[in-house]
Every structure is written in C-alpha cells, then in structure tokens.
C-alpha cells in the first residue's frame, strides 16, 4: 500500500537555527508529494509540492525539500527557523490510483526562543 | 478566488443528533474531498466527487454518515445520530482533476465537531 512515514512525531529547535523534518515514502514510480503545515486550529496550507519535475523543491516561508529516489525520502528543510514556524507538519503523497491525499502522521515542530 | 469556505466552524451536539457541514470548493475545481482528522492525528480521507459524482467511500465512513453534491458546486457532510467518537475536525478540499497532474488540493479551515 502507498504510504508516508514521517520519522518524528516532534522536533525542537532554537529560533534562528536549521529545521530539518524528515519524511520517507513507499516506492512508488512518479510519486506526487507535498508537505503542508497547519497552525492550531486552523486549516491546513501548502508549503511546496513535488510532481516529478526538478527534485529541489521551494517552496513559502523559506521551505524548501529534496526528492530522494535512491532514499524514497522527502526531507522538508528550512536553513533558520522563525518562532513564526512553530506549527503541525504533515508530508503527504497523493495516491496514483484515485489522486486523493495519504496523510503521514505529523511532525510538531516547537521553536524555542 | 476566495479559497475554501466551511460552515459552521465550530459545532457542540448531543450525542444522538444529526449535524450537516457544508463546503464551498474553489469555484472551477472539479473535485471535492472530505477528510476527519482527531487530535493528535493526520487528516483522514473519507469521500471525494468529481463535480456531482461520489467517486470513492472510505471504511471510516460507517451508515451513518451521508455525504452529497447535488449541482457539482457545494458539498455537505451529514452525521446522523451523533456519538462521543465522532467529535472531530471536518476538513474540506478542492482541486483540479488529478493530482499527479500537479494540481494542487487546497484545503478549508475546517469544522469542529463536538459531540457532548
């Protein structure tokens, strides 16, 4: 089955150093995968997509991830967190047979002053 | 383009009652989705429509629930006879045909439910 696995529930970082929030996915051929966040309550916002075009992806707030292929990881980065960032983070990959969305199961990303 | 619109935001019950979401997609997209996602957990598919058709059910979606898009625009979510384990977050989303074209699944703010 397709699926996402994000390795941790939650990271802490100091404001101003690197995030690094770590996803890996089932192999697939041509995955589609994103990475969305979602701050409490609220509903959940794009941060950058990945659909088979270059493997560096960029995307808002500074974001960005590398497609692995050779990995099946999709590693979302961001070179100086911002309190701002403190927030849920979900990688998702869109299955190749309906197109509806597998959600892993979320990173919570605390950033200390 | 105003985004994805969900009424009511916030909605307490008593167990054994009926509730009805509503979702307003991004006006040109063709597919409707509807996920539940509980505290601490990542969003779970339960029914998508492209335009009026309901393409796809999921297990998690028990009788009870109905989910419609009469005219291929609005959706809404029905819950009848409400019980503690269906207090949750309601998401909607919209997109473009598929997915793995590149379109993009944009999603509203979500209704709570809470079943007291």
């Not at chain 1, 967190?81 to 927030?87: G, I, L, Q, R």
């Not at chain 2, 997109?95 to 809470?114: H, P």
């Amino acid at each position: 089955a397709q699926s996402v696995t994000q390795l941790d529930s939650h990271v802490s970082v100091s404001e101003g150093t690197p995030v690094l929030l770590r996803c890996n996915y089932s192999s697939s051929y041509s995955p589609s995968l994103f990475w969305y966040v979602q701050h409490p309550n609220k509903g959940l916002q794009l941060l950058l997509k990945y659909t088979s075009a270059a493997t560096l992806v960029k995307g808002i707030n500074g974001f960005e991830a590398e497609f692995k292929k050779s990995e099946t990881s999709f590693h979302l980065t961001k070179p100086s967190a911002h309190m701002s960032d403190a927030a849920e983070y979900f990688c998702v990959r869109a299955s190749s047979n309906t197109g509806k969305l597998i959600f892993g199961q979320g990173t919570t990303l605390q950033v200390k002053p | 383009d105003t985004g994805v619109s969900q009424n009511p935001r916030h909605k307490i019950t008593k167990r054994g009652q009926n509730v009805t979401f509503r979702c307003d997609p991004i006006s040109e997209h063709n597919r409707l989705y509807w996920y539940r996602q509980t505290l601490g957990q990542g969003p779970e598919f339960l029914t998508y429509f492209q335009n009026e058709a309901q393409l796809e059910k999921s297990r998690l979606l028990s009788d009870r629930f109905s989910a419609e898009r009469p005219k291929g625009s609005f959706s809404t979510l029905e819950i009848q006879r409400t019980e503690q384990g269906d207090s949750a977050m309601y998401l909607c989303a919209s997109s473009l045909a598929l997915l793995n074209s590149g379109n993009t699944i944009y999603f509203g703010e979500g209704s709570w439910l809470t079943v007291v």
